[in-house]
């Protein structure tokens, strides 16, 4: 999972295997929650975002879970590609029409196959 | 994402220099922001501008300032550079009346070196 460390978290999963990929935020009042994958030497790239008033949501191939009680935020992702190994690290929109996102470390996702 | 272009991407520069990185895109958001990218930290907030007229400071805007001069355009400028500038720069655009008003895409960046 995400850590305020110089090091980022590392992942490493068999191809074919589920990965869980964790996030811990800090804001209370944030609202809207979002996931990006960073390929090496790419932009981060929007993979699912989720609301403050749903607990799951689905896409292909993942899934994001909110517990807010303890400010938490995962991504599970099926049957893990090759093509899914990368940087991955959640956001945080504190509420409203709040511009700013705060960006977590990232966790870095390898995919051996 | 193709719809946000960044220039140069790569440059490598020495101390002292003044250096321009340019991000355009097509998005026709109207919302763009500049964020540098430190290996084993997140992304940081340079600058942000909610339209053309509009200007705002980041939580590191010291040492860099911005021009916005068009709604698909937004430039960022490091007067003059120094070594712990060199990272990477990333661009960012946002749709406050699309469907996701909060996601922010981003382009493909542009690493800097500072000699």
């Known amino acids: 999972g995400e850590s305020v460390g110089l090091h980022l978290p590392t992942l490493s999963v068999q191809e074919g295997d589920n990965s869980i990929i964790n996030c811990a935020y800090s804001n209370s009042a944030s609202d809207y929650f979002i996931w990006y994958k960073q390929e090496s030497g790419k932009g981060p790239q929007f993979i699912i975002d989720i609301r403050s008033n749903m607990d799951k949501r689905q896409g292909q191939r993942v899934t994001v879970l909110l517990n807010k009680t303890v400010k938490h935020l995962s991504l599970q992702i099926a049957a893990t590609q090759p093509g899914d190994s990368a940087v991955y690290f959640c956001a945080e929109n504190s509420g409203g029409s709040n511009y700013k996102l705060t960006f977590g470390k990232g966790t870095l996702l390898t995919v051996n196959p | 994402d193709a719809d946000v272009t960044q220039t140069p991407r790569n440059r490598i520069t020495k101390t002292g220099k003044r250096i321009m990185l340019e991000c355009s895109q097509t998005k026709g958001h109207d919302r763009m922001y500049w964020y540098r990218q430190d290996p084993g930290l997140g992304l940081r907030l340079i600058y942000y501008?909610?339209?053309?007229?509009?200007?705002n400071k980041g939580e590191i805007s010291d040492g860099y300032s911005v021009s916005r001069q068009a709604q698909a355009k937004f430039s960022l400028s490091l007067e003059s550079a120094i070594p712990n500038q060199t990272a990477l720069y990333f661009c960012?655009?946002?749709?406050?009346?699309?469907?996701?008003?909060?996601?922010?895409?981003f382009g493909p960046g542009t690493r800097l070196t500072v000699l």
């Open positions: 960012a655009t946002s749709d406050p009346g699309g469907a996701q008003p909060d996601t922010q895409y």
């Open positions: 501008s909610f339209d053309v007229k509009d200007i």
